[in-house]
């Protein structure tokens, strides 16, 4: 099945947005990975993959690591945008739809936060947990206490 002009006129702005989201992670790599397939890596690993027209299948989805109970509850929960990827949906990974009319951009900025959390290692979650943090006030400094005598006796002359 080809893709629709309607699909192709949408697709450039939805990268644009997939990819605003995508700047949000720290240490995030694209990398082609076939006709027309983004790959998206931490550390080399990757979390997610935009696909386009995968062997034919007329969409431009979004492919993210997520676990089983997530993909089950997902397909289940919106079947018209969420479905099994071939391949690596046996792993868990879920598929999301990126070509309709109404993408669920909250659902994937966070299957792309865990996705990434799931492959960045405990290092750089912990760098994006404090990059995502509030900011916090400057702790309160002790009251200065008075000077005090140095306890050594001093040397009479």
Known sequence: MALTPAQLSTAEPRLARLRALLRGLPDVDVDP?????????VGGKAFAYRAWDHHGD??????VKSTRAEQARLVRD??????VPAYVGAQGWVGVRLDLDDVPWDLVAGLLRA?????????????LADVNAAPRPPEPRPPASPARRSRTPRRRR
């Open 33 to 41: 990975a076939g006709h027309g397939h983004l790959a998206f890596r």
């Open 58 to 63: 007329g969409r431009i989805a979004l492919w």
């Open 78 to 83: 919106d079947p018209v945008h969420g479905f």
């Open 115 to 127: 996705g990434w959390l799931a492959q960045a290692g405990k290092t750089r979650a912990a760098r």
